[in-house]
Structures are given as C-alpha cells and as structure tokens.
C-alpha cells in the first residue's frame, strides 16, 4: 500500500534530514556508520576532493536533466564524465521519471536522495551516479534500501538496480545489482545501526562519522 510522503528537511552544510523535527540517518550514514564501506586507505585530501568533484558532476548531471544546463560554463577538468553521461543517455534513451527525490522509508527508519528512477524501454530502473573509481562492495546494499524505500512510499516496482560509473576520459561502466539477499542485509544494517544508537553503543558509528563526514 502507497505511503503518505512526509516532508523532509535537509540541511546541506551538514547532510543532515530531518522528519518532523527529528534527525533520521540516511541511507549512505548507515553504511559509513557501520564501516561497511573502507576509505581507510585513501588521505583524506582525496577522499574530500572525490567527494566535491561528485556533487559538482551529480549537479551537472541535474542541470542537463532538467534542461538548464549553461555547457560552457562547466569546469574544463569534469568535462569528460559529462560527456560520459551524455554518451549513457544517447545509448540508452532514459525517460526520468524522479531527479535528485528525497523519500523518507517510514516502515525502517532511514532517509535517503535517488539520484535517478527512470524508464529505460518498459522496465523502471533505479540509477546510482558515482565518479568514483573504486569499486564498493557496498553500493549494492545502498540500492537496496534505495529501491525498498522508494516501492513502500510509491507503491510501484523497481526492476533493476544499477550503478552508472562515470569516468574522466568520457566513458561509463554499468554494474548491475542482481542479488535478492542485498535487502536482507540492508535491512539487517539499519537495525544494527538503531539498535546500537538506542543502547548508547554508537561510539564507532560516531567515529566512523566523524572521520569521513560525508
């Protein structure tokens, strides 16, 4: 049964979501929180650099989207993971249907911003932009809350859940998630995660938090 869609506030400065005045963690919180993704070996320069450079393509990316692009105004040094977006939008031909949503899973707990829902020939498929190259074991499981949140508050079915690589020299990769067992695990994290902030036990989430702030 479609859900009523609550508003949410978002502060940017600090990624924060708010429901009616409470904090709910976001999706990407609960998987840095719990160390289900390692940046531990990347200086933390880079992983601030990567991070920029992701919202800037993500916004561009947005812009073209939503027919407000100015192209020469886009930085010469992202230049190339546009034009693999626009090579990815000519083979493919998607008609989005949602850009840049925010939906709240109240069933579970968490927020979460879609980066794409979209009809790709009859199927509706959930998109992931990422920028950068490494490859996480963990994307599968943000796209499994990502698709789980979005069908409890729409109602509808996604059918395939994919990450699009961006890449500099203008090229994409697409990896598809297949796996059925990813929500199982998705869900088990977001319970691991309440569970551990309502026992006074987050003390590593805290730290994982803080350490990447992203």
Known sequence: MMS???KIDFDESTHTYRVAGVVI???TQIITGLAMVDFGAVPKHNLIEGRDRGREVHAICESFDKGILSIPSIDPRLVGYFKAYLQFCKDFNPEWLEIETMYYNQT???CMRLDRIGL???KIILLDLKTSQMKMPSHC???ALYQKGWEENT????HERWVLQLVEDG??????HKNNSDFSYALSAVMVYKWKVQNN???DIKANLEMFNF
């Open 171 to 176: 090229k994409y990769k697409i990896k598809e």
């Open 155 to 158: 109602g509808k079915k996604i």
């Open 4 to 6: 009523t869609i609550p």
């Open 25 to 27: 963690p976001s999706a």
């Open 108 to 110: 579970w707990g968490y």
């Open 120 to 122: 790709i020939g009859k």
């Open 141 to 143: 499981i943000q796209t």
């Open 201 to 203: 036990m987050d003390y």
